[in-house]
């Protein structure tokens, strides 16, 4: 089985930094990893990629060859791919023996929330490769400065997770900045864990430019809170928040049971489990005492 992320989330919010990032970090922990770049777009990548759709297609041909700007450009590439999956496929077959897979999207968010084409990509990978993927949606968190911004990004993230069906985890990205930004309105808790949305309401009100949305806000709030799926962790570019986002992907994509031989019971057991409990009871690279003392050591104040 192999196992892997769909890195997703809107321009600028961080999906080459994080696949960076991660790769770097997994294979401090001794997995061996391969980044497959499929974003037209990116130019100037700091990570040495396995796979660049750059090799099958270049965003600034289809827009000079076809008269496109940038984001129809963006749904072509996207819908070439899809058309020339065997590339793709032929290129990832030599990786699929030990390689932990990191998938840098596009940042054009229709393209996962209202396209076909990425999805039909992803699926027919999962399909025809038998892969095990999870779909990290990076969010700037900067969003939380702005209540109306804010609750456009809980319904991108709640149609992106309705739309792609994946196992599917949201990031606040670039926490460290948050501060920057003014004092936020309230803790950062009420943000990440999306459970009462009423005070939003009030919050709008004192802003006479969102006043006149205020009905339209409340609908769109209970539309999200209705669905209760949508809550979101946190994350900037450090190994220790990537141990913590890690074993919430591990757990998504099944990773953590691939190596288990045990019952239905044993799986459920895992499954139902506080998020740490399997990393101490099985033997894990996560689990180590040397990953344990070098990233986690200064958890207390970590926030949840
Ligand atoms: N401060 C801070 N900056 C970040 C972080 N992640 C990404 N960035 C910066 O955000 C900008 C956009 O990042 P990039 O990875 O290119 O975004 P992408 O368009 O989603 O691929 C770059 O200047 C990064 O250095 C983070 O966690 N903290
Ligand atoms: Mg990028």
């Keep these: 089985m192999v196992f892997g992320q769909v890195v997703i989330g809107p321009p600028g919010c961080g999906k080459t930094t994080y696949c960076n990032g991660m790769s770097q970090f997994l294979k401090l922990i001794g997995r061996k990893v391969a980044v497959i770049n499929l974003d037209p777009a990116n130019d100037a990548l700091p990570y040495e990629c396995a796979v660049n759709i750059e090799d099958l297609i270049k965003l600034s041909d289809v827009m000079i060859e076809h008269s ?35 998938f840098d999207f596009p940042g054009q968010v229709e393209l996962f929330f209202l396209h076909s084409n990425a999805k039909k990509v992803i699926t027919k990978l999962i399909k025809n490769l038998d892969l095990r ?8 968190a900067h969003l939380c400065s702005d209540p109306g911004k804010y609750v456009s990004a809980l319904l991108l993230s709640l149609s992106t997770m309705l739309h792609l069906e994946l ?12 501060e920057s930004y003014g004092k936020l309105a309230f803790n950062l ?11 939003l309401q009030f919050h709008l009100d004192q802003d006479p430019r969102s006043a006149k949305y205020r009905k339209l806000t409340k609908e769109l709030c209970d539309v999200v809170e209705d669905y209760s799926l949508v809550n979101f962790t946190t994350l900037d570019i450090q190994a220790r ?18 190596g288990i031989e ?13 998020l740490d409990w399997d990393y101490y009871r099985y033997p894990s690279p ?6 344990q003392e070098k990233y986690m050591k200064d958890d207390d104040d970590f926030p949840d």
């Excluded at 196992?167 to 948050?178: M, Q, T």
Aim: negative net charge; charged residues 20%.
């Design 133 to 140: 993927l999870t779909a990290i949606h990076l969010v700037d």
């Design 262 to 274: 045990g019952s239905v019971v044993e799986f459920s057991k895992i499954a139902a489990a506080p």
């Design 241 to 258: 928040w990537f141990l913590r986002l890690l074993k919430l992907i591990d757990k998504s994509n099944g990773y953590i049971f691939a």
């Design 68 to 102: 496109l700007g940038p984001n129809g450009g963006l749904v072509y590439c996207m819908d070439y791919l899809e058309k020339n999956i065997d590339w793709l496929e032929s290129k990832l077959v030599p990786l699929l023996n030990d390689h932990y897979l990191l």
């Design 189 to 199: 808790d009420f943000y990440t864990d999306v459970q009462d949305l009423s005070y």
């Design 167 to 178: 196992p599917h985890i949201n990031v606040l990205s670039k926490i460290d900045l948050i």
């Design 286 to 291: 996560l689990s180590s005492a040397a990953v």
